[in-house]
């Protein structure tokens, strides 16, 4: 059984900061790679970054590339985003994500196991 919990949402002014965790337990030695996901309302869920377990490499989507950044703490079982310059589009839902079925994880194999997200509001 796998948990992902996330925290850390909340309302921050345009070109405020955030850093979302997401604590994991359960099959977590299993993890190929884990990352976050967000939905804004009336929109499709999307990628946003993502960190494989081995080799460490990070993939991030365009729009946050430069703002965001994607990290671990592997004695703690946490993956965290830290988000800067934020932008009203920002504004989502924010999930966590974890995945144990690709050895060479790629955004492209999505994701297995996902937390219920954490709203991160930024107005306009």
């Known amino acids: 059984q796998v948990q992902l919990v996330e925290s850390g949402g909340g309302l921050v002014q345009a070109g405020g900061s955030l850093n979302l965790s997401c604590a994991a337990s359960g099959r977590t030695f299993s993890f190929y790679a884990m990352g976050w996901f967000r939905q804004a309302p009336g929109k499709e869920r999307e990628f946003v970054a993502a960190?494989?377990?081995?080799?460490?490499?990070?993939y991030y989507a365009d729009s946050v590339k430069g703002r965001f950044t994607i990290s671990r703490d592997n004695a703690k079982n946490t993956v965290y985003l830290q988000m800067n310059s934020l932008k009203p589009e920002d504004t989502a839902v924010y999930y966590c994500?974890?995945?144990?079925?690709?050895?060479?994880?790629?955004?492209?194999?999505?994701?297995?196991?996902w937390g219920k997200g954490t709203l991160v509001t930024v107005p306009s």
């Open positions: 994500a974890a995945d144990d079925r690709y050895s060479r994880w790629s955004p492209q194999h999505g994701m297995r196991y």
């Open positions: 960190l494989r377990w081995n080799g460490g490499s990070t």
